[in-house]
């Protein structure tokens, strides 16, 4: 018989709650999939929220694929997905550059070179992603001394780890705070936890944060991100999830489930 403690009970949903939402913000890694294969029963839930007819966006941090290629994996796993339901982290990114009119430094992974584009020339601001393997000293240098310079630091997320199949991984997060550290530049962080990321999904939809609800395994950057922008959200026990984080006595999800699948469940219980 095994030794370890049970998780607590599924929560009761809050009085937030107490509606069917209007639409849906779901995060992927560690919600839909882990690394390659999806979650037990994740295909299936997200099948039965198409078939509920809830709209719906995808919101991810991930910064090492473009949308094409996060499409092409999920749909590979078994998900009924499109690109234009992706909101990513670089796309967010890429549509600042734009509206500010900035000549970026990117340090990125090569992967997403195809999406964000070359390196201006002559920069005045570094835009951050996930380098993942391909983060060198070199390149964290010559965004340092371009922050020294007084570029504009704009990261796409501050994320401290994600879940691969092997294990948790050090995310971005730490690579941005030692760049803030050093320069003494904030870096304005475009991807989740910004409230501006989830209210622009919600703007696409046609619905007010009250009316749609997130489900992450995040607690602070999914969950927490998500109470705070004026959103319910539902924490599930999947990816990141660390034990404890269903009593967190600060973030106060409005509901807990065991996985996707048990999400939805309790979602699609409501009047």
Known sequence: MSSQPSSPPVS????RLARRPTALLIDLAGVLHVGDQAIEGSVAALARVRQAALPLRFLTN????????????????GFDVAEDEIQTAAHAAQQLVRQRGLKPLYVVHPDLTEEMGPSAAAPDAVVMGDMGP??????????FRLLMAGGAF????????????????????????????SSGMPAE???KPAASFFHTALAELGVTPAEAVVIGDDLHDDVGAALAAGIPAILVRT?????????????????????????????????
């Open 12 to 15: 009761a949903t809050t009085a």
């Open 239 to 271: 990816g990141k999830f660390r034990p404890g984080d269903d009593a967190d006595p600060a973030i106060r999800p409005d509901c807990i489930a065991d996985d996707f699948a048990g999400a939805v469940d309790r979602l699609l219980a409501l009047d």
């Open 189 to 191: 962080i475009v991807g």
């Open 154 to 181: 704009i990261a796409m997320a501050k994320n401290r780890y994600f879940m691969e199949e092997d294990g948790l991984s050090l995310d971005m997060g730490a690579f941005v705070t030692g760049l803030e550290f």
């Open 134 to 143: 391909y983060l060198d000293y070199a390149q964290l240098n010559a965004a």
């Open 62 to 77: 991930t910064t090492r694929s473009p949308r094409r290629t996060i499409v092409a994996k999920l749909r590979r796993m």
